[in-house]
């Protein structure tokens, strides 16, 4: 270890500029990995700091149209219940010869509401009365007995299903409500929203909800609706349950790949596409569960950009000092072993001047100096 020592000693002090050059030429790799550290930590305080205002901006958002939807489907309940208790609703059910004023009401009532559909199912599940009556398509006569708002609202409950339109084909939501005569339940009131509409009025932005089996049912683009989420209880449906509640022999899954970048969750929601960071929010009460997005691919591509700033910025600061650095302690080294070494030199002189080269005694000089 000395001996290396004295070997590195000798070349700075024969080769100061030799070797002050293969110092730094080693010095690289440290250099090269400290700037690209530091850069890569920058470009990750940034890119958390900005996706965490994402994500409080988006929690926003999705709390905004979690409490739309409610009150929307609060409002509409509330017209439901009133309706039950109205006679032209009751009359219908009762007598045949008041199914065609039902329908005109129903239709006044459809249009105020901005609904698709307004209509009135008799205990056997048949379609009495409908807004739509006018229409050549109507649903009046059709049998729903076998969709499940029905089935419940006949044992009093009310239900809010999503279902495609048997005769119509268009997606929405079925309020459903028992019309009560006395204690008995003479059929069922159905107001219909269709999907189109209640997207705009919640405002969605990027992104998609899906009913209780995990369906699409309001998205953002038409190319994600009636598809489902992966792994939700709509992928293990039958050809015919399939086809009963949504009109498709199959149900496609939503295209969802899931990236992670420094522990950041992120989407990529088509292929090739931008990434996302996600919202999930159950809207428990109404069976409805929000996804929504927000793009982040320009965060991303502005945290790269600033780490290869950084990164070079970094890299030529370190390439300088570094070199100043090395060449100005090499110097000292070097200055310091030229003054040992010359003090040694001076040592062994003096002892050379006060010694005799042949016997190695005491000479004249140093008798006459100690005396």
């Known amino acids: 270890m000395k001996s290396l020592k004295n070997y590195l000693l000798f070349h700075i002090e024969l080769r100061p500029a030799i070797s002050i050059i293969v110092i730094w030429v080693l010095s690289i790799p440290i250099i090269f990995l400290t700037a690209y550290g530091i850069a890569r930590n920058w470009?990750?305080?940034y890119v958390a700091e900005q996706i965490n205002l994402a994500h409080k901006s988006l929690a926003q958002t999705t709390n905004r149209i979690a409490e739309m939807a409610t009150f929307k489907?609060?409002?509409i309940k509330k017209y439901a219940s009133l309706l039950t208790i109205t006679n032209r609703v009751n009359r219908s059910l009762l007598s045949t010869d008041y199914a065609e004023q039902a329908s005109a009401y129903l239709q006044r009532v459809g249009n105020v509401l901005t609904l698709?559909?307004?209509f009135i199912l008799n205990k056997n599940g048949i379609c009495i009365a409908s807004s739509d009556q006018d229409q050549h398509n109507s649903l009046v006569g059709v049998d729903l007995s076998d969709r499940k708002y029905f089935q419940d609202a006949m044992v009093g409950k009310s239900y809010a299903q999503f279902v495609v339109g048997r005769v119509s084909s268009i997606p929405g939501f079925h309020v459903a409500f028992p019309i009560y005569e006395s204690s008995e339940i003479l059929g069922v009131l159905v107001l219909k929203m269709d999907t189109e509409t209640l997207y705009q009025q919640l405002y969605l932005p990027t992104g998609f909800i899906?009913?209780?089996e995990g369906v699409v049912v309001i998205a953002d683009s038409p190319s994600?609706?009636?598809?489902?989420?992966?792994?939700?209880?709509a992928t293990r449906f039958?050809?015919?349950e399939c086809q009963q509640r949504y009109q498709r022999d199959q149900l496609e899954p939503v295209y969802m790949k899931e990236y992670t970048f420094d522990d950041i969750q992120l989407w990529e929601l088509s292929k090739g596409g931008d990434l996302h960071i996600s919202q999930n929010l159950s809207i428990n009460n109404l069976g409805l569960h929000i996804y929504a997005f927000t793009n982040v691919t320009k965060i991303l591509e502005e945290g790269s950009d600033m780490f290869f700033r950084d990164f070079i910025i970094l890299l030529s600061v370190f390439f300088i000092s570094t070199a100043f650095i090395i060449g100005t302690i090499t110097t000292i080294i070097r200055d310091k072993y030229m003054q040992i070494s010359l003090q040694s030199a001076n040592t062994q002189l003096q002892l050379l001047a006060q010694h005799d080269s042949l016997t190695g005694l005491l000479n004249r000089?140093?008798?006459d100096s100690t005396i």
């Open 116 to 118: 698709h559909h307004v």
């Open 224 to 233: 994600r609706m009636l598809k489902v989420v992966p792994g939700q209880p």
């Open 73 to 75: 489907f609060d409002v």
């Open 238 to 240: 039958s050809p015919q």
């Open 43 to 45: 470009e990750k305080n």
């Open 365 to 367: 000089r140093m008798f």
């Open 210 to 212: 899906t009913d209780r």
